[in-house]
């Protein structure tokens, strides 16, 4: 079964400082992965997603995240952060395990802070 | 726009009684899927569904039921045997296929009286 860890339940930055949320996920198989953004009292959105090819995938708002098969990483990076940013971001992998029937499993979330 | 609409955005239950949540989207997606989201935890998958009159259980299905008939539309209802029901529940939609991204709506959040 896959299983996916984010490292730190809460990150406190300033503004202007760069930031990395940790994601590290556990598979068989060949798998996709996923990070997503949720403001307050509304749904997820996608911020990036790694399917094949470069390991290095950008995504919107500035963010970028590096896939690394050998530490089973795919950690969100973004090199100076706004107070807009604040939010809880969620690490997701889906696999190939499931035939048709697939599933998307999250990490239970970072929560971003960032600070004047 | 495309998007997904979930119904109401706060709703309230009393002890025994069901209700129902409303998930409707307008992007054609084949596949729906019902998240519980709960402080810390993340989102837990509840029901999912790949075609239409067809769906299965996920991973905390217990208490819970949906039905699928139309395409665009997956309600949720959130029986009184669900004896913790208070949480956020999300809605999503996904074309087929594992290297589709779901879009989600913006929640309902269902409190009990």
């Known amino acids: 079964a896959q299983s996916v860890t984010q490292l730190d339940s809460q990150v406190p930055v300033f503004e202007e400082a760069p930031v990395e949320l940790r994601c590290n996920y556990s598979?068989?198989?060949?798998?996709?992965l996923f990070w997503y953004v949720q403001y307050p009292n509304q749904g997820l959105q996608l911020l990036l997603k790694?399917?094949?090819?470069?390991?290095l995938v950008k995504g919107i708002n500035g963010f970028e995240a590096e896939f690394n098969k050998s530490q089973t990483s795919f950690h969100l990076r973004k090199p100076s952060v706004h107070i807009s940013d604040t939010a809880e971001y969620f690490c997701?992998?889906?696999?190939?395990?499931?035939?048709?029937?697939?599933?998307?499993?999250f990490g239970k979330g970072t929560l971003l802070t960032v600070n004047p | 726009d495309g998007g997904i609409t979930q119904s109401p955005k706060y709703l309230f239950r009393k002890e025994g009684q069901n209700v129902t949540l409303s998930c409707e989207q307008n992007?054609?997606?084949?596949?729906m899927y019902w998240y519980r989201q709960d402080p810390g935890q993340g989102l837990r998958l509840i029901y999912y569904?790949?075609?239409?009159?067809?769906?299965q259980k996920g991973d905390i299905a217990e208490g819970y039921s949906v039905s699928r008939e139309k395409k665009e539309s997956f309600p949720l209802t959130v029986t009184s045997a669900q004896k913790n029901p208070t949480a956020f529940y999300l809605c999503?939609?996904?074309?087929?296929?594992?290297?589709?991204?779901?879009?989600f709506g913006d929640g309902t959040r269902l409190s009990i009286l």
């Open positions: 999503a939609s996904s074309p087929s296929g594992g290297n589709q991204p779901q879009h």
């Open positions: 598979s068989s198989v060949s798998v996709y």
């Open positions: 790694y399917l094949s090819g470069s390991t």
């Open positions: 997701a992998v889906s696999d190939l395990s499931g035939g048709s029937n697939y599933k998307l499993t």
């Open positions: 992007l054609n997606h084949d596949a």
């Open positions: 569904s790949q075609i239409v009159n067809d769906f």
